[in-house]
T-cell receptor, first 114, second 114 residues
Framework: KQEVTQIPAALSVPEGENLVLNCSFTDSAIYNLQWFRQDPGKGLTSLLLIQSSQREQTSGRLNASLDKSSGRSTLYIAASQPGDSATYLCAVTRTTDSWGKLQFGAGTQVVVTP | DTAVSQTPKYLVTQMGNDKSIKCEQNLGHDTMYWYKQDSKKFLKIMFSYNNKELIINETVPNRFSPKSPDKAHLNLHINSLELGDSAVYFC?????????????FGPGTRLTVL
């Protein structure tokens, strides 16, 4: 059974600081890991997708790393801005789930203060 | 130009009623999903359809019945609503089931059962 855990559950930082969000998973047999952003009252927006064969992905100020053997991924957001305030969710697709079933963590709620 | 749309956005109803939520995607994707996000913010998959065929059917009460009239639409019908059904329901789509592509989420439908 796959369990996905995100720590911390909530995080508040002043603008300009770097954000570090952690995700761990218990079953290393994954196809990929994705990071999503959820704004209040809105759906999820995909930020980064890391294939199981990759170690990291980057998009602008965002960088996500993946260490499959230890069951961990970290999302770094450089030079945080108030607009980065949202809940960040990680999700994995296991190799035993051939239909793209995503298993989510509970999320990290981020507040960036001006 | 909304990629994945859901109606209604909010739904308030009495226990015991039957209700439907509709989802449409204009991305040309083959696969669509229904997720439930409970009060603790955990997102869990409920169903998935690939080209109108059911491919994922999680342990969900049979009061929930998905219907896919065509690959651009996936509706969710709920019979005999219970208090515990109160949640936000998200529809999502992806190009191919089991692919390495991300999933695109709708804005969610907040269901409140009184």
């Amino acid at each position: 059974k796959q369990e996905v855990t995100q720590i911390p559950a909530a995080l508040s930082v002043p603008e300009g600081e770097n954000l570090v969000l952690n995700c761990s998973f218990t079953d290393s047999a994954i196809y990929n890991l994705q990071w999503f952003r959820q704004d209040p009252g809105k759906g999820l927006t995909s930020l980064l997708l890391i294939q199981s064969s990759q170690r990291e992905q980057t998009s602008g100020r965002l960088n996500a790393s993946l260490d499959k053997s230890s069951g961990r991924s970290t999302l770094y957001i450089a030079a945080s801005q108030p607009g980065d305030s949202a809940t960040y969710l990680c999700a994995v697709t296991r190799t035993t789930d051939s239909w793209g079933k995503l298993q989510f963590g509970a999320g990290t709620q981020v507040v960036v203060t001006p | 130009d909304t990629a994945v749309s859901q109606t209604p956005k909010y739904l308030v109803t009495q226990m015991g009623n039957d209700k439907s939520i509709k989802c449409e995607q204009n991305l040309g994707h083959d696969t669509m999903y229904w997720y439930k996000q409970d009060s603790k913010k955990f997102l869990k998959i409920m169903f998935s359809y690939n080209n109108k065929e059911l491919i994922i059917n999680e342990t969900v009460p049979n009061r929930f019945s998905p219907k896919s009239p065509d690959k651009a639409h996936l509706n969710l019908h709920i019979n005999s609503l219970e208090l515990g059904d109160s949640a936000v329901y998200f529809c999502a789509s992806s190009p191919l089931a089991g692919s390495t592509d991300t999933q695109y989420f709708g804005p969610g439908t907040r269901l409140t059962v009184l």
